[in-house]
T-cell receptor, first 114, second 112 residues
């Protein structure tokens, strides 16, 4: 049972463009929504996270947009660079502190082409 | 350097031969967890531990065992590995009251 649905599975974006990855969830108890970035041969690393009390969070070129009523959240990467090429995972967790029962999406392989 | 260390990084074994994947963290984190990563399925939680001697099942615990005798170590045990346990395994840890998970570099296991 996939509680967090992520799309697309793969994405190719030209350098300088905007990369957008979408996630949808079903469990209304989720209250912490992180995004993890994974480079080949490495473990995932936290990129950015949001709680549902805000609709948007921005850190540099990375922005999470959150729509609580639609139960959807997305990652936007502005001015995408070849160094952003990686696999991105959205996730969701129902706990107050986060990550005890973190449920991950299926991942998006992002490729930025020159 | 703060890190989560897994060993071995690569292993090829045969069906039924018991194996252990070790995981150690040097950040004094209370929480540790194991995930497996499979194409098209993302990361799925196997077991997690909130503290020493406290473990609980994740979403895919069948065929695995864990123990947490010390705070820094959280080994994953496959008593009788089967080919469907061929996967990329990640150990992770975090502070109990912080959201960020720190992952190891992964252990690629092949069961023939």
């Amino acid at each position: 049972q996939q509680q967090v649905k992520q799309s697309p599975q793969s994405l190719i974006v030209q350098k300088g463009g905007i990369s957008i990855i979408n996630c949808a969830y079903e469990n209304t108890a989720f209250d912490y929504f992180p995004w993890y970035q994974q480079f080949p041969g490495k473990g995932p690393a936290l990129l950015i996270a949001i709680r549902p009390d805000v609709s948007e969070k921005k850190e540099g070129r990375f922005t999470i947009s959150f729509n609580k009523s639609a139960k959807q959240f997305s990652l936007h990467i502005m001015d995408s660079q070849p160094g952003d090429s990686a696999t991105y995972f959205c996730a969701a967790d129902p706990s107050n502190f986060g990550n005890e029962k973190l449920t991950f999406g299926t991942g998006t392989r992002l490729t930025i082409i020159p | 350097e703060a890190q989560v260390t897994q060993n071995p990084r690569y292993l090829i074994t045969v069906t039924g031969k018991k194996l252990t994947v070790t995981c150690s963290q040097n950040m004094n984190h209370e929480y540790m967890s194991w995930y497996r990563q499979d194409p098209g399925l993302g990361l799925r939680q196997i077991y997690y531990s909130m503290n020493v001697e406290v473990t609980d099942k994740g979403d895919v615990p069948e065929g695995y065992k864990v123990s947490r005798k010390e705070k820094r170590n959280f080994p994953l045990i496959l008593e009788s590995p089967s080919p469907n346990q061929t996967s990329l395994y990640f150990c992770a840890s975090k502070d109990r009251f912080d959201g960020e998970l720190f992952f190891g570099e992964g252990s690629r296991l092949t069961v023939l």
